[in-house]
């Protein structure tokens, strides 16, 4: 079974790559890799590596580029999921599995109903053993996706950025082609029929998942202000890290991502 590893791009050279700590420790320790090995590895922002092993050591893994491969396993258009953040460790599915999906960024979102609160969320989230003190979360969060990024096979790191305000991220809406807000209420508008409608496919795609109490009347106006199409998940009631992978996945469906 293909199995992927992880190289930030400051170790990646024109014709090595090095790994360091944890990573080389799984390779050459608990996978027992030798020198003469294939390993494929990734740097996060879509180069693909087939290399060859030159020394291993649990401390540190040295590898000749054999061949080079750009975005082989990565969606075209570029899906940003905007997740109200949930309590507890709710998050750590979205970002797992918006990372599996193809998506290429995920921000944490903080809305008018949002149960925690942008200086509380640092609170919500249990350390990891090695992650302590303030910013734990974004490093526990991007952990997350790094191991789903290698697991799913991928070559591009999603982005986990800071959470943002609501309002905050609609004043950057110009950086998206399509906006979509799913939203429970009487609107039946399903994602297929809004693209239905649009004249040609977009490249940048946001979609925006609410908290467990839904968005405010103001945020779907101000979604709305900003060419915002409101839409249904259907007539079941979703948990909010449900709603926001199910939201992904019908755009990224409709985009011809997810296979025929």
Not at 69 to 95: C, N, W, Y
Not at 110 to 130: A, G
Not at 147 to 174: C, G, N, T, W, Y
Request: proline residues 5%; contains cysteine; neutral net charge.
């Amino acid at each position: 079974m293909a199995e992927y590893f992880y190289a930030p791009p400051e170790c990646v050279s024109e014709r090595q790559i090095v790994i360091t700590g944890e990573e080389a420790r799984h390779i050459a320790k608990v996978l027992r890799h030798k020198k003469g090995d294939l390993l494929t590895i990734v740097d996060g922002q879509g180069g693909e590596y087939m290399c060859s092993i030159a020394t291993a050591t649990e401390h540190t893994v040295t590898a000749n580029i054999v061949n080079k491969l750009r975005k082989s396993h990565e969606p075209i258009a570029r899906v940003t999921l905007a997740q109200a953040v949930p309590k507890g460790q709710r998050m750590d599915f979205a970002i797992e599995k918006g990372t599996e999906l193809g998506l290429f960024a995920i921000v944490p979102l903080i809305t008018k109903n949002s149960v925690v609160k942008s200086n509380e969320s640092d609170r919500q989230l249990p350390p990891l053993p090695d992650e302590e003190g303030p910013g734990h979360k974004s490093a526990r969060w991007q952990r997350i996706a790094t191991a789903a990024m290698k697991q799913s096979l991928r070559s591009v790191l999603p982005q986990i950025s800071q959470p943002e305000d609501f309002k905050d991220l609609m004043q950057r809406h110009k950086e998206y082609e399509l906006i979509l807000l799913a939203d429970e209420g009487q609107q039946k508008i399903s994602v297929a029929s809004v693209f239905k409608g649009l004249v040609k496919m977009p490249r940048t795609v946001l979609c925006l998942a609410g908290p467990e109490g839904g968005f405010t009347q103001e945020e779907r106006d101000l979604a709305q202000k900003h060419n915002a199409h409101i839409v249904t998940l259907g007539p079941r009631r979703l948990r909010a890290e449900t709603a926001g992978i199910v939201l992904s996945t019908l755009i990224l469906a409709q985009l011809g991502e997810l296979g025929e």
